[in-house]
Structures are given as structure tokens and as C-alpha cells.
């Protein structure tokens, strides 16, 4: 049994980390400020032995150290994500995504955890035009939000050679799946996609839908953050690890999987017309990983492509998500 502390766990990616961890029968602390995250993502394991809910927010580092303590490992997924949301308001990205990574940081440091993964960013690789991305070729940071996922890896590099604290950095390839908000200012394409077309809208592609994304159904990110604080492979901690499939889509031929697969459901789909709007400024135009390196160093093997992870989102969608 292990003792996880997972911060923004009543997010997207976190509270389905609560779910895996709590079903293998580890003890799980879920840390989150609801700032973006939903009581309603673990309100079905408030009542479970092993899962301990403690609202609190990381910009504070006492609640940080309260938080990690006797914890055996930290999967820290609290930030404030979106490109435009750090755009429109970089203080606060900056806030949370480094100050509060700095305090979840050190206050790990102070516990002695056994290892600190992180989720980093593909946003990272900024204006780089090679594909794939691969771990050590990076390029200039395009939004203040790759800013901020960018430090933290630097931090995270500098903490573990100075005070030898295990850290993996896991950088997040268009996370999608089960759970993920699709209201708000901020709301990821592919659930926002799926709402508006459940409601007969036109949805609105920025650009003229070209621009490419690696996207990554929930299930491989979990594999990959179960593999980070598994693996008794010294060479494999002490970096970072595309975290994706391994395959690219353009937002035109994603419109089209997730027009086919609603369908099934509502044949009126079919027909409903799509809007190109504007490109969105800190975009990056096309996005693929190479996951050769989490093959080899952490046996990572996705359990979903595009395709069955977006089938299996829909039907989640369309149950749970529809007026």
C-alpha cells in the first residue's frame, strides 16, 4: 500500500488518478482549492477508507507541508492551466503554476517523499518546428502558461541534484477523456466540441483547422503517472517524458471522428456546420510526441489511440453530460 498525495485531485486528470490508486488499494490524499476542480469528481470516494479529501490552496506552503506529510510519493497535477487563461492574467498563472510548485517543492523535500511526479507540458516545446518532439530539443516558450511548465521543470532538475529528491516530469500531450470540464472561458476543444454539437451548435475551430494536436486519452496519462512512481529503474527518474500516442489529428479530421461517433447517438449531427474562426494567439501549430523514451525507460505502452479514446469519451459525454 502506498501513500499518495495527489494535489488538484478533484480536477480532470487528478480525481481520475484518485479513482486508479484508491482501486489498487493504496491510501490517497486528495489536496485541491476547488478553484477549478469540482467536489462532484470525488464525492463518490469521500466515504471511502483510504481516500482523504483536505481542501487547501498550494500557493500556501504550510498547507503544503501539512499536506505531504507522511506521504510516500506526490502526484502533483494542481495548476492553473489554458493558454489564453495565462494570456489574459499571467500573475496568477505565475502564482500557482510556480510559487505553488516551488512550495509543493520543498515542503517534499522537508518530508523526505520517496519520489515527486509532475505534470509538465507539451507546451514547453514552444516556437521548436521538429516532429516528433522529442524530450531534449526544446524551443522558445510562446505563453506565459509554457513559462510557468517550463520553470518547473527546471526547478524540479535543480532540486533533485541539489537535494536528491526523485522527481519525473510527465509533459502532457491534449489530455482528454471522462470528467473533463467542458463549460467556461477556458474549457478544452474536445469537450467543448461535444457539448455544443449534444446541443445542435456550430461549433467554432480557430484557424483554419490544419493546426495538428497529439491527443491523449486519460487512461495512457494515468499508465504513465503509475509507471513515474513504480519504477525501481534508477536511469528512468531525474527527467522528463512525452506523455501521448504517438500520432497526431488535425482539428478538421477530430471534428470529423467526433461528429461520426455522436451519430450514433443523434443522427442530426451529421449535419450540423462547422465555423472557422480566428488562430488564437500562443498557439502552437502542430504538436506530435515521441514516446520512444517512455517506452524504453518506463515500458510504456498506450492503451488507447484517437480513435477508442474519443468513442470511449463520447459514450461518457453523452451519458452523463447530456440535457
Not at 498563472?93 to 520517496?114: D, P, Y
Request: net charge neutral.
Amino acid at each position: 500500500m502506498k501513500k499518495i498525495l495527489i494535489t488538484g485531485g478533484a480536477g480532470f486528470i487528478g480525481s481520475n488518478l484518485c479513482d486508479h490508486f484508491i482501486a489498487k488499494g493504496d491510501k490517497v490524499t486528495c489536496l485541491d482549492n476547488f478553484s477549478t476542480g469540482f467536489h462532484h469528481n470525488i464525492e463518490h470516494l469521500k466515504s471511502h477508507p483510504n481516500f482523504r479529501l483536505m481542501e487547501g490552496d498550494i500557493r500556501d506552503f504550510q498547507t503544503c507541508q501539512q499536506a505531504v506529510e507522511s506521504q510516500d510519493y506526490i502526484l502533483h497535477q494542481a495548476a492553473l492551466g489554458s493558454v489564453p487563461r495565462s494570456i489574459n492574467d499571467p500573475i496568477t498563472s505565475n502564482e500557482v503554476n510556480v510559487s505553488g510548485f516551488l512550495n509543493m517543492l520543498v515542503a517534499a523535500k522537508e518530508a523526505k517523499v520517496k519520489r515527486f511526479v509532475y505534470a509538465a507540458s507539451s507546451s514547453t516545446y514552444g516556437d521548436s518546428e521538429s516532429l516528433p518532439k522529442v524530450e531534449e530539443v526544446i524551443g522558445k516558450p510562446l505563453s506565459p502558461y509554457a513559462i510557468t511548465k517550463y520553470v518547473n521543470e527546471l526547478y524540479a532538475d535543480v532540486f533533485s541534484k541539489t537535494y536528491g529528491i526523485e522527481c519525473i516530469g510527465l509533459r502532457y500531450f491534449n489530455v482528454f477523456g471522462r470528467r473533463q470540464n467542458p463549460e467556461g472561458a477556458y474549457a478544452a476543444v474536445i469537450p467543448k466540441f461535444v457539448i455544443q454539437l449534444m446541443n445542435h451548435e456550430s461549433p467554432v475551430i480557430n484557424g483554419t483547422g490544419d493546426y495538428s494536436r497529439d491527443f491523449t486519452y486519460i487512461d495512457n496519462v494515468i499508465q504513465m503517472n503509475e509507471r513515474a512512481i513504480s519504477t525501481e529503474n534508477k536511469d528512468a527518474v531525474n527527467t522528463v517524458y512525452n506523455t501521448a500516442v504517438g500520432d497526431r489529428t488535425t482539428l478538421n479530421l477530430l471534428m470529423d471522428y467526433l461528429k461520426k461517433y455522436l451519430s450514433a447517438y443523434d443522427t442530426k449531427i451529421a449535419d450540423i456546420e462547422i465555423i472557422h474562426g480566428s488562430t488564437r494567439a500562443g498557439d502552437i501549430p502542430h504538436s506530435l510526441a515521441s514516446i520512444e523514451k517512455a517506452k524504453k525507460m518506463l515500458d510504456y505502452e498506450p492503451s488507447h489511440d484517437i480513435k477508442s479514446g474519443l468513442k470511449e469519451a463520447v459514450d461518457w459525454y453523452w451519458k452523463n453530460l447530456r440535457k
